[in-house]
T-cell receptor, first 112, second 114 residues
Framework: NAGVTQTPKFRILKIGQSMTLQCAQD?????MYWYRQDPGMGLKLIYY???????DKGEVPNGYNVSRSTTEDFPLRLELAAPSQTSVYFC???????????FGPGTRLTVT | GENVEQHPSTLSVQEGDSAVIKCTYS??????FPWYKQELGKRPQLIID?????GEKKDQRIAVTLNKTAKHFSLHITETQPEDSAVYFC?????????????FGKGTKLSVKP
């Protein structure tokens, strides 16, 4: 099992550009999550999904969009990148809420 | 909504000493409390968790205690080793839809000096 995978590992964007962060899991988990991690601020939930075709906003959804067409994949879309979106992004999955979340290796994004 | 406070933000101990990290939560309905360890440049990984029907849980040198009345839970690491150096995050959640989503504390950077 590869677990949770993310691409790319690093990316530099110019202000106003768009990109998609890819996330995939091979554990057949219904629940998937996107977090951002800023220095000294812990992990903040951006969006989550409880299954294919079902997504919902977390704490900090502004400036992001998601889709979930399959159980395996949960891409995160950044539209009109801003410097405030400079962060490390983690995707995670779990069997159910209030169960262990398995994290991907992260994507370090810089917007300049 | 739920709010999780974590203290201290940094902790430095000598190898072999014990380390204690404390978290408080605001929602009395929260019933799941995991701890994640994140080494520098790596992903967070679960090290131990506890549910509200249990007061204490141990796994070798790691233990977690829960005080539901006071709404706080703590991570205890005994006989610390240099490889315990990392950032530790506590979190809380409760059953039911989006309420099962984890709310994380801001993290504690633990340094174990050889």
């Amino acid at each position: 099992n590869a677990g949770v995978t993310q691409t790319p590992k690093f990316r530099i964007l110019k202000i106003g550009q768009s990109m998609t962060l890819q996330c995939a899991q091979d554990m057949n988990h219904n629940y998937m999550y996107w977090y951002r991690q800023d220095p000294g601020m812990g992990l903040k939930l951006i969006y989550y999904s409880v299954g294919a075709g079902i997504t919902d906003k977390g704490e900090v959804p502004n400036g992001y969009n998601v889709s979930r067409s399959t159980t395996e994949d949960f891409p995160l879309r950044l539209e009109l990148a801003a410097p405030s979106q400079t962060s490390v992004y983690f995707c995670a999955s779990s069997y159910a809420p209030s169960y262990e979340q398995y994290f991907g290796p992260g994507t370090r994004l810089t917007v300049t | 909504g739920e709010n999780v406070e974590q203290h201290p933000s940094t902790l430095s101990v000598q190898e072999g000493d014990s380390a204690v990290i404390k978290c408080t939560y605001s929602d009395s309905a929260s019933n799941y409390f995991p701890w994640y360890k994140q080494e520098l440049g790596k992903r967070p990984q679960l090290i131990i968790d506890i549910r509200s029907n249990v007061g204490e849980k141990k796994d070798q040198r790691i233990a977690v205690t829960l005080n539901k009345t006071a709404k706080h839970f703590s991570l205890h690491i005994t006989e610390t080793q240099p490889e315990d150096s990392a950032v530790y995050f506590c979190a809380a959640s409760k059953d039911g839809g989006s309420q099962g989503n984890l709310i994380f504390g801001k993290g504690t950077k633990l340094s174990v000096k050889p």
